[in-house]
């Protein structure tokens, strides 16, 4: 399994409790190849993985929405946006920006463009930029996309990229933030505390992936502490909380795990001071 293949099976996830997620379109990306990987990753990782993904997607979808319902023209710039497909349930005037590699976004573009045809999209205006993070400098980076931006308001979203990278691609990217955004933008961000380190739910994660990850396809394990987000310059912290707290906001009749039991990502709302 590629990193990239993370994005089908997040895919899988938000579609199980479409409900839950508010995201009809997930059930687009099926395919047999993924359907056939999750009974092994809920067996090996953690059987809540997918209420678990539900419950972040909606947690993001609401912030979204709130975001475009108050800024009529605005922005959303989303950074590994693999498979995610939020756009199709904000309105018709949110510009979307997504950014992955290469080979994410060709075949991602080329489906939209099918299923849109089909009908099975809402039309959409979207813009690709395929990045490394890893790899290009910030000054390119932030050239790409700020020629793409209207001097609009913007909703930054970091969904599941943070465990993939080093912390000086994590410290880069958010400098990239910082200069393609003004006073009252937000930024969405996903990562582990280090305090999950210590549980057998993230050894198992990461046995998984080292056991089934291509040999070429190497990546981090990054955890990130509040403290990192807390000493940002220039933002402020909105709101702050966890894959646990949402499930409880969203699907209160589901019966929690306990929190040994799960990966339990933290969330957070970031406003540029």
Known sequence: MQIHETAFIVS?????????????????????????????????????????????????????????????????????????????????????????KESILQFKERKIVEWTQKNKLPQRTTKYISLDFNLQPQEEIVSKISSLLDNQP???????????????????????????????????????????????????????FNANNDLNDSFMHQTTPLSFYENLKDYTILQQSSELETLATFAPTHDAPEPSECLNESLYILRKN
């Open 12 to 100: 899988h996830y938000r579609a199980q409790f479409e409900n839950i997620s508010k995201d009809p379109y997930a059930k687009l990306w099926h395919n047999p190849k993924t359907a056939a990987l999750l009974p092994d990753i809920l067996d090996n990782v953690s059987p809540h993985e997918a209420i678990m993904h539900c419950v972040r997607n909606r947690f993001f979808f609401e912030q979204l929405h709130d975001f475009f319902k108050k800024h009529t023209k605005g922005t959303l710039i989303n950074f590994g946006s693999g498979f995610s497909m939020y756009q199709y349930m904000l309105p018709d005037h949110v510009l979307t920006i997504e950014i992955d």
């Open 154 to 208: 913007n909703f930054i979203l970091l969904e599941g990229v943070l465990f993939f990278l080093s912390p000086a691609t994590r410290d880069k990217i958010f400098a990239v933030f910082k200069a393609l955004q003004k006073s009252g933008d937000l930024i969405g961000s996903v990562s582990y505390l280090p305090e999950v380190e210590n549980t057998a739910v993230y050894q198992r994660l990461l046995d998984y």
